[in-house]
């Protein structure tokens, strides 16, 4: 379901310019910006994309699509969340055998002492 819009657009219309730029002077969220805020500011560009043809469960896809539009982009950000975070994780069987090998349960820490 799309978010309702909440802007009177009708008071807007009505509106002078220096009426709504007072306004937007009196919003603690809009106020101006100067070189020094921008000074370490990088123009980071958006990843590429690529479509690609996918088969989904059903009710996954249902799911998505229940949560309004833009489903696909929701999926690509649940999917960017889940690489993210196993990211750094061991993922072949001896990158997860070498990780395990170092615990050692009886410690704190979980370290084992060689």
């Known amino acids: 379901m799309p978010a309702k ?17 007072a306004r937007a002077a009196d919003d603690p969220d809009a106020q101006p910006t100067d070189a020094e805020f921008w000074r370490d500011a990088e ?10 043809v996918l088969d989904l469960d059903d009710d996954v896809l249902e799911w998505f699509k229940a949560q309004g539009r833009a489903y696909g982009q929701r999926m690509s950000e649940a999917l960017r969340a889940f690489v993210a975070h196993r990211r750094d994780m061991p993922h072949t069987a001896d990158e997860i055998a070498e990780q395990e090998a170092v ?8 370290r084992r002492r060689d």
């Open 5 to 21: 819009d909440l802007t009177d657009w009708k008071l807007l219309r009505g509106l002078s310019d220096e009426e709504i730029d």
């Open 43 to 52: 123009v980071m560009l958006p990843p590429g994309k690529t479509r690609i």
């Open 103 to 110: 615990y050692d349960a009886s410690r704190p820490d979980r």
